[in-house]
């Protein structure tokens, strides 16, 4: 293994888990109040940016991609020009696309949590292995809660 593989390798092995996400916007447009909470993130490290592409959806369901110049309307996105890894590519901008409603437009990005990096790195260290993982929408708390204290309330 050459200085070069062992570096990216150690580089790897030190990384935090690494999410995506797909941001869909009505009528192909964001208004700009997304990416100055993202930036924030980055800026104090606690996550990194590795990829970010951005994908349609025409009002007849056909999904294709967008340039950034075409999906920045307020400029606000600039800041990510030229942040791309190439791990998002045609394949996972059309699944990307396939989530989202017709006549929307979203930014998929590929982050690196690396608040998270210290704990992935003692597991990797300890033989852990990472068997499940998952999101719980905001929606289904607030769902949850709900029918808690609804039956809480009747008995």
Do not use: C, H
């Not at 050459?2 to 797909?22: C, F, H, K, N, S």
């Not at 996550?47 to 056909?62: P, Y």
């Not at 300890?126 to 808690?148: F, H, K, M, N, W």
Request: glycine share 10%; proline share 5%; aromatic share 6%.
């Amino acid at each position: 293994m050459t200085d070069v593989d062992m570096q990216a390798a150690e580089r790897l092995y030190e990384m935090g888990p690494i999410d995506y996400i797909v941001i869909e916007w009505p009528r192909e447009q964001p208004n700009g109040t997304v990416v100055p909470k993202i930036i924030d993130l980055v800026d104090r490290g606690i996550i990194r940016i590795i990829d970010i592409a951005f994908v349609g959806k025409d009002a007849g369901g056909a999904v294709y991609a967008m340039e950034l110049s075409d999906f920045d309307g307020d400029g606000s996105f600039a800041a990510f020009e030229g942040a791309s890894s190439g791990i998002i590519g045609d394949d996972e901008l059309t699944e990307a696309g396939s989530a989202l409603e017709p006549g929307t437009s979203a930014a998929v990005l590929i982050w690196e949590n690396r608040w998270a990096a210290p704990v992935a790195v003692a597991l990797r260290e300890s033989g852990a292995e990472l068997v499940a993982s998952g999101r719980i929408p905001v929606q289904g708390i607030i769902a949850a809660l709900d029918a808690t204290e609804s039956a809480d309330a009747t008995t």
